[in-house]
């Protein structure tokens, strides 16, 4: 029977390794420095709500139009769309390319309400 010291030692020393990097504690971290204050974007909360409800009929109309074309160009969705979502529409616009589909009509809105606020003070 033949032993191996050598793998029996770095797997002790791999095992002590692991089990003491739990045993210290991490430096501390520094709280961000306070955030100067802005001005509010909107001088009030129906001028916000007004402006996200021209954001978003802009961004179901652009979406609405791609749609009928096709998934065509797809790209300009980024004028109404970052991120995720964003990401999510290039997805869904490729599939609706791939499939051969187009889309018919217009998407629309009729009510607006506002689900949260959060106010920075």
Known sequence: MRKYPRVSVLALAALAVFALSGCF?????EPPAAAA???????????ALAA????YAAYLA????????????PERMAEVA??????QEL????SIRSDMLRGVGEQTFDT?????????T
């Open 62 to 73: 652009l979406g609405s139009q791609v749609a009928n074309e096709g998934g065509a160009d």
């Open 82 to 87: 970052t991120g995720t979502a964003y990401q």
């Open 52 to 55: 996200a409800t021209e954001a």
């Open 112 to 120: 607006v309400r506002m689900q949260s606020y959060d106010a920075i």
């Open 25 to 29: 504690a991490a430096a501390p971290v």
């Open 37 to 47: 204050t802005a001005d509010p974007v909107f001088a009030s909360e129906e001028e």
């Open 91 to 94: 997805e869904v616009f490729a």
